[in-house]
């Protein structure tokens, strides 16, 4: 069956650093892929997603590019901000089955 | 546009007894789907639904129906709750277009505690 990879975290940075967090997929098809971020205590917002291969997503800084060789769908942001402390979920929709397969979340915390 | 709305946002259960969240959309969306969020595991599809009278097992269904009489509502009834079943669940909403770009929006999710 589907599934989705991500690095485990929680993610330390300092304000205005680089990050990216890792995603792999494995899937039977051709799928959708997206990134979800969690503010605390809330419930999960569409960040960026791409619907096929080298297709580039992006939003609010962040990029993300769906490359089938690799499997991979990794998040990028070239400098972070303290509000960016979230928990960041990489999912996919594959083109059989209309609902989401998400990896298990990624927190990030960003220090000031 | 109220978007996707979970009643309610809290719930204490006794284990054994039943209940149903509830969830609407006012976007008439066609897809549908209920997913439970556990510490470290993601979010796990419980069903999913393509359409009004559709639906369809996810990861963890155990324990879980739904029905789905309109475009709009997908509630999620707990048979006989269980301690295994306390969690944050999300309901969420998606539209169709050609070519696969879909848009899902999530609730604001219910806290469950089954005691």
């Known amino acids: 069956g589907d599934s989705v990879t991500q690095m485990e975290g929680p993610v330390t940075l300092s304000e205005e650093a680089f990050l990216t967090i890792n995603c792999t997929y494995t899937?039977?098809?051709?799928?959708?892929l997206f990134w979800y971020v969690q503010y605390p205590g809330e419930g999960l917002q569409l960040l960026l997603k791409?619907?096929?291969?080298?297709d580039k997503g992006s939003n609010k800084g962040f990029e993300a590019t769906y490359r089938k060789e690799t499997t991979s769908f990794h998040l990028e942001k070239g400098s972070v901000q303290v509000s960016d402390s979230a928990v960041y979920f990489c999912a996919l929709m594959d083109t059989g089955r209309r609902a989401l397969t998400f990896g298990s979340g990624t927190r990030l915390q960003v220090q000031p | 546009n109220a978007g996707v709305t979970q009643t309610p946002k809290f719930q204490v259960l006794k284990t054994g007894q039943s209940m149903t969240l509830q969830c609407a959309q006012d976007?008439?969306?066609?897809?549908m789907s209920w997913y439970r969020q556990d510490p470290g595991m993601g979010l796990r599809l419980i069903h999913y639904?393509?359409?009004?009278?559709?639906?369809d097992q996810g990861e963890v269904p155990n324990g879980y129906n739904v029905s789905r009489s309109t475009t709009e509502d997908f509630p999620l009834r707990l048979l006989s709750a269980a301690p295994s079943q306390t969690s944050v669940y999300f309901c969420?909403?998606?539209?169709?277009?050609?070519?696969?770009?879909?848009?899902?929006?999530f609730g604001s999710g219910t806290r469950l505690t089954v005691v």
């Open positions: 791409a619907t096929k291969a080298d």
């Open positions: 639904s393509v359409g009004a009278g559709i639906t």
């Open positions: 976007m008439n969306h066609e897809y």
């Open positions: 969420a909403s998606s539209y169709v277009r050609t070519g696969g770009s879909y848009g899902y929006t």
């Open positions: 899937a039977t098809g051709y799928p959708s």
